[in-house]
Structures are given as structure tokens and as C-alpha cells.
Nanobody
Framework: QVQLVESGGGLVQAGGSLRLSCAGS????????VGWFRQAPGKEREFVVV????????YYTDSVKGRFTISSDNAKNTVYLQMNSLKPEDTAEYYC????????????????????WGQGTQVTVSS
């Protein structure tokens, strides 16, 4: 079992930055792919980015490329999402999720592929 706890959300003006954290416990995240998803009110949960913690392979959705950066710190068993140049359309509840990963497995891009979820952290970007 993996437990995930997100933190770092808040209110920021357009153009600003936030760094979200996803702290894992129970298992080492190095054995997992960790993704970030977001869900705005009235909308479906959407994929944002994923990282294979051991190999560092990443994949971003187009709308955040060049603005968001995912990284991991194995010593802290934590995955980070650095969000720069934030836009009002980035406003959403952000969730991290984990799925066991091994080399050669396809990257999980859909929410149904993940086994473990955090409780979410709210990001609000004002215009």
C-alpha cells in the first residue's frame, strides 16, 4: 500500500508560480510511476503529467509543456510539480496518483490506470 499526501496549493495571480508536493509513505515511490491530475468544477479529471520515479521518464499534456516541471526526490520519497506562468485555466483541484512501474511498461496516462490517490490540493489562479 502506498499513501500519498499532496500539499502546496493555494491562491496565486496569473503569471505566478506554485510548487506542489506529493509525499509518499508505505512504499518507496522509486517503484512507481507518479502522475498528477487535475479536476476543475464541472469538468472531468484530466491528466497533467507523469514521471517514472526510478528512470525519470516524463510525459506532459500539451497545455502545460514549458510551464510545468515534474521532479522527484527519492531521499524524501516525494514528487514535485513546479508550476510557472500559471493561467486562470489552471485552476483546479490537483491530485497525485501512483501505479507500480517497471521498465518497458507503458506510461499510465489515464486515471483508471492508477491504484493509489492522494486527497488533492486546490490551486486557484486569479486573473
Amino acid at each position: 500500500q502506498v499513501q500519498l499526501v499532496e500539499s502546496g496549493g493555494g491562491l496565486v495571480q496569473a503569471g505566478g508560480s506554485l510548487r506542489l508536493s506529493c509525499a509518499g509513505s508505505g512504499r518507496a515511490l522509486s517503484n512507481y510511476a507518479v502522475g498528477w491530475f487535475r479536476q476543475a468544477p464541472g469538468k472531468e479529471r484530466e491528466f497533467v503529467v507523469v514521471i517514472t520515479v526510478s528512470g525519470g521518464t516524463t510525459y506532459y499534456t500539451d497545455s502545460v509543456k514549458g510551464r510545468f516541471t515534474i521532479s522527484s526526490d527519492n531521499a524524501k520519497n516525494t514528487v514535485y510539480l513546479q508550476m510557472n506562468s500559471l493561467k486562470p485555466e489552471d485552476t483546479a483541484e490537483y491530485y497525485c496518483a501512483a501505479r507500480a512501474y517497471y521498465s518497458g511498461r507503458t506510461l499510465p496516462l489515464n486515471s483508471f490506470e492508477y491504484d493509489y490517490w492522494g486527497q488533492g490540493t486546490q490551486v486557484t489562479v486569479s486573473s
